[in-house]
């Protein structure tokens, strides 16, 4: 990963308010509070509050990939707690400082990190016989967004609109980072956005050019919009896919669907949080629905038939035994969630004995004539005995 000079000047765990040591979830949850506080959604008009989320976003970035984050501590750790200082003239602009350049060639490695450690830091340091500068591309923010559907939706699925806020090169300048869309090259670096200067002994050092802020362009007329930089936060509506099945809280990773790279770079990747409405009468346990059914006494003592209401479909006919307890479950087979592989689970149907309020003065002298036939009869007979050890 390359890791801008402004990167690694800042205190990145200051800014998601957590300690060095945070575990992945818990910067996964600082980040999480911070983007929503400050989403352009949330704060419209709010430039600080913009600003504010794009660090946001950045810090994540780096922290949330253990990679990226070994190579940012081990960097700020062999150059100073404070990081790189710019010279004068440098400004806050963004400093494409490659670490795999700097550190040794490591981008053959997995997210271009350190490779082989600090041992390899040292080694490819200083570059013999000259300078190897170049601008690297470089993989868009991963952009993180929460939807909230229906409880039908989460279990058949559905497309959603989705608006985001990432970003990406400057309408405004075309990401030329000059206003009138004619940068110049860089005459210090010859638009490589790099410089090396002698260390003694035939090694040369390479540093971000101080003149063009590492881009390898200079815009002699800056946009107004992304101050030169060429990047401005970009928002834009897509529609997303959220498969059927999907549980609240469930987080859904869309690859390629982030933020736009630079330089030629992949994007990064969009992560949807999803929340689910719960339903007045059917619940979810896995890929089963589940629903309380209210019967008589008199169908659970002899036995019945009952019609049970499914999510969406038609209602389905149960068998119920005779002498069926309070708190049964029965099982509806394929009336549940869909699963992933085209299959549905099972609705669950808990039975639940009712005792009317109100009764007829037939059916109460029925009732009354059951009492008496089986007067012999004590159901908390067995509770007592166990309660005194027999």
Same mark, same amino acid.
């Given at each position: ?14 800014? %998601? ?16 509070? +911070? ?25 994540n ?5 253990a ?11 062999? +150059? ?26 490591? @981008?053959?490695?997995?997210g ?28 868009? @923010?991963?952009?993180?967004s ?56 035939g ?13 390898? +362009? ?35 990773? %869309?690859?390629g ?26 619940g979810?346990?896995?890929?089963n ?7 008589t006494?008199?169908?659970?003592a002899?036995?019945a ?28 087979r ?13 609705? +669950? ?19 009354e004539?059951?009492?008496?036939a ?8 067995? %509770? ?7």
């Open positions: 990963m390359n890791l801008s000079r402004e990167v690694l000047e800042k205190d990145l765990y200051k800014v %998601l308010g957590v300690p060095k040591d945070a575990t992945e979830a818990e910067i996964k949850k600082a980040y999480r509070k +911070l983007a929503r506080e400050y989403h352009p959604d949330a704060n419209k008009g709010d430039v600080k509050a913009e600003e504010r989320f794009k660090e946001v976003g950045e810090a970035e780096v922290l949330s990939d990679k990226s984050r070994k190579e940012y501590d081990e960097a700020r750790a062999l +150059l100073g707690s404070g990081g790189f200082r710019p010279g004068p003239g440098a400004g806050g602009g963004n400093f494409n400082f490659d670490l795999g350049d700097l550190f040794g060639g490591t @981008q053959g490695s997995p271009g990190g350190f490779g082989g450690g600090i041992g390899d830091v040292f080694g490819g340091l200083f570059n013999r016989g000259g300078t190897t500068t170049r601008t690297q591309p470089r993989r868009g @923010q991963d952009v993180e929460e939807v909230t559907l229906s409880f039908t939706e989460a279990v058949d699925g559905a497309t959603v609109p989705l608006r985001m806020s990432s970003s990406a090169a400057c309408k405004a300048c075309s990401g030329t980072g000059d206003k009138n869309g004619t940068p110049r090259v860089c005459p210090t670096c010859v638009g490589t956005g790099q410089v090396s200067r002698g260390g003694g002994g090694f040369s050092l390479t540093d971000p050019c101080l003149d063009c802020k590492g881009r390898g +362009l200079i815009a002699e007329h800056p946009c107004e919009v992304c101050r030169g930089s060429g990047r401005a936060t970009s928002s834009r509506t897509m529609q997303v896919r959220i498969p059927a099945g999907v549980s609240d809280g469930q987080r859904i990773r %869309l690859r669907k982030g933020a736009p790279g630079e330089r030629g770079g992949p994007n990064g990747d969009l992560y949807v949080v999803v929340h689910v409405d719960p339903h007045p009468v059917f979810r346990r896995g890929d629905l589940t629903v309380t059914v209210p019967v006494f008199a169908e659970a002899l036995g038939e009952i019609s049970v209401p499914t999510l969406g479909g038609p209602p389905v006919t149960l068998k119920l035994p005779p002498g069926t307890p309070p708190g049964r479950t029965l099982r509806a394929g009336k549940g969630a869909a699963r992933k592989d085209g299959t549905r689970g099972d609705l +669950l149907v808990t039975v639940e004995v009712t005792v009317p309020k109100e009764m007829g003065k037939k059916a109460k002298e029925a009732l004539s059951f009492r008496d089986t007067a012999g009869e004590d159901p908390r007979a067995a %509770l007592f005995k166990a309660a005194k050890g027999d």
